[in-house]
């Protein structure tokens, strides 16, 4: 029979969640404000300051959106078109000064909801609204677009309470509950995408794993183009392998048992279409606007992932 240890009388009973590896809401946030400073050096790339850099980006934004959305950004492309070097110095500055907001409590405050606009914006405008209209678009090649994940992540770590729940998550705007359920939203979202009749084409998955490697350094592009050898002819299986995989990430956070398997699961998985789908946003290529959308869904991950407990003094707990 068990027994109970009882300390200092009439203290509450408290448990308070332990942080392994120093994963805080801040330290997140810091990840995040250094992605955003990240973007804005891509964005000071020579190759940036050129009409045929915007004439290309929104050319493929364009593609699939509807009536008004097509007009919008047709309007943004001959509008930056005309003075490309002032629009993008802009841009990139902006970033840079959303990164370094994000250093600092003070400005964070300031840096958060500006980061969220100018995503929002940029997932509308300048993705497409992440291409999700698109024939052949999946996780393998972005989907649903970084930009969403920035303010995904931004909302998940905007400070609401003190960071002592049981994730980092927790002490964010949203709430741990809210923030698994987009989580979930988001893997099972990406799985239904492989319904797509291109993304379980034959020869699609390869193709696209291949293709990533165009621009980059010779022993990047190999790996590419060896990678996508191994995919090709089995579209079918991959498109399905991968909506399996996505629909079980996405559904097993909902189970406090299956939790750390699940965000365990889709990091890897991030980190493998981040690498070989991706390449990282190009980062080598001179083109690359951003790193894709590895690094977001990790960061979502931390965010998500249940720390150890322990108690503190003035604790009853049970004593075997």
Known sequence: MSKTSIRPAGAAARVRAAAPGGVTRRRLELALGGIWLLDGALQFQPSMFSTSFFADLLGMANMGLPGPLAALVYRVSGLVGAHPVAWN???????????????????????????????????????????????????????????????????VL?????????????????????????????WTGLALLELEAANHAAVVPGAEVADAGNGEPGWVAALNHHAGQLLAGHGAVFAVTAAVAQVAIGLAILRPRWRRAALGAGMALAVTYGLLGQDLGGLLTGRATDPGTAPLLVLFALALWPRRRHETPGTISPAG
Do not use: K
């Open 89 to 155: 110095a802009a841009f990139a500055s902006l970033q840079v000064l959303i990164g370094a907001g994000l250093l600092w409590p003070r400005t964070a405050r300031v840096a958060r909801p500006v980061s969220i606009g100018w995503a929002l914006a940029v997932w509308v405008v300048g993705e497409g609204v992440g291409g999700l209209l698109m024939p052949g678009v999946s996780a393998l090649n972005g989907a649903p677009g970084a930009a969403l994940l920035y303010v995904l992540a931004a909302l």
């Open 158 to 186: 905007w400070p609401r309470r003190p960071d002592d729940g049981v994730t980092a998550a927790d002490g964010g705007l949203l709430g741990a509950p809210a923030a698994r359920w987009c989580w979930a939203v988001l």
